[in-house]
Nanobody, 118 residues
Framework: QVHLVESGGGLVQPGGSLRLSCAGF????????MGWHRQAPGKQRELVAA???????NYAGSVKGRFTISRDNAKNTVYLQMNSLKPEDTAVYYC????????????WGQGTQVTVSS
């Protein structure tokens, strides 16, 4: 079993930045991919970015060039640096972990709210 804990969400003005963190606890040896999904009110949960233990990344087209995902394998932690934030980035951001990239996560965090508003 894997337990994921997110932090770093909050309120930010358009054009601002936030950094999300997600720490994994438990049987993390069984997972390879970690990343972030988000869900806005009335919409389905969508992929934001993901990364493997070897550093291979996958980004949603809407965030490419603005968001950067990184991972500290020693700390079992994944980060999402979000720059040039837009109001449409407002959502609950969920950390996820799974066996491989391009598959739905096997484990989810509880989510952290990101609100972009002036």
């Amino acid at each position: 079993q894997v337990h994921l804990v997110e932090s770093g969400g909050g309120l930010v003005q358009p054009g601002g930045s936030l950094r999300l963190s997600c720490a994994g606890f438990g049987s993390i040896v069984s997972i390879n991919a970690m990343g972030w999904h988000r869900q806005a009110p009335g919409k389905q949960r969508e992929l934001v970015a993901a990364i493997t233990g070897g550093g291979i990344t996958n980004y949603a087209g809407s965030v490419k060039g603005r968001f950067t995902i990184s991972r500290d394998n020693a700390k079992n932690t994944v980060y999402l640096q979000m720059n040039s934030l837009k109001p449409e980035d407002t959502a609950v951001y969920y950390c996820g972990a799974g066996p491989r990239l391009f598959l739905p996560p096997s484990y989810w965090g509880q989510g952290t709210q990101v609100t972009v508003s002036s």
